[in-house]
């Protein structure tokens, strides 16, 4: 069964400082993988996807993420924190025999100090 | 509408009592998901609804839970004999076709459950 590891429940930046979250997944295929973020008191919003194609998928917000399938990974990145990042993000994968489905990690909160 | 929208956005009920939480897609998407957020977790996937298909109720934590979706529209999530163990967020989503990597998913805000 496919399941998400997110590594770390929060993470702290500086303002202006590199954002990396951390997402490896359990698959014996190569899945879909998702990143979505949660504002407080706000539902969750798509930031990027990959399905098949280039392994660099740009999103929202200057976020980007890479998928590596040597390591299983699909960490989201961005160059330069803004206060307004702060969220919780969700990364998310869809098994390939369950088209509808997303399988959740736990959250990752994002802290952005001044 | 514009968006999912769900009501109530917060419920505070008894242990033991029953509630109903309430989905309103948006207009023309005929799939129609709800997910469990509890503290700490992730997401949990609770049913999923695809026009007048047969559910997909493999998420749902027990019996006390159940859901129906009236007309391809709205999804009712009734909780029975609530317990505390039943409090978080819960999570609706609807989307175009039930192809997630085509379209993704739209949530509504959701309802945090409390049974006190």
């Known amino acids: 069964a496919q399941s998400v590891t997110q590594l770390g429940s929060h993470v702290s930046v500086s303002e202006g400082a590199l954002v990396l979250l951390r997402c490896n997944y359990s698959s014996s295929v190569p899945p879909y993988l998702f990143w979505y973020v949660q504002y407080p008191n706000q539902g969750l919003q798509l930031l990027l996807k990959y399905t098949t194609g280039a392994t660099l998928v740009k999103g929202i917000n200057g976020f980007e993420a890479e998928f590596k399938k040597s390591e299983t990974s699909f960490h989201l990145t961005k160059p330069s924190a803004h206060m307004s990042d702060a969220a919780e993000y969700f990364c998310?994968?869809?098994?390939?025999?369950?088209?509808?489905?997303?399988?959740f990690g736990s959250g990752t909160r994002l802290l952005v100090r001044p | 509408g514009a968006g999912v929208s769900q009501s109530p956005s917060n419920k505070v009920t008894e242990k033991g009592k029953d509630v109903e939480l309430r989905c309103d897609p948006i207009?023309?998407?005929?799939?129609l998901y709800w997910y469990r957020q509890s503290l700490g977790q992730g997401l949990e996937f609770l049913i999923y609804?695809?026009?007048?298909?047969?559910?997909?109720k493999s998420g749902l934590p027990s019996d006390r839970f159940s859901a129906e979706r009236t007309g391809g529209s709205v999804s009712t999530l009734t909780i029975q004999r609530t317990q505390q163990e039943d409090s978080a967020v819960y999570l609706c989503?609807?989307?175009?076709?039930?192809?997630?990597?085509?379209?993704?998913?739209?949530f509504g805000s959701g309802t945090r459950l409390t049974v006190v």
């Open positions: 609804f695809q026009g007048n298909s047969a559910p997909d």
């Open positions: 998310a994968v869809s098994p390939m025999d369950s088209s509808y489905k997303l399988i």
């Open positions: 989503a609807s989307s175009l076709e039930d192809r997630v990597f085509n379209y993704g998913y739209t």
């Open positions: 207009s023309g998407h005929t799939a």
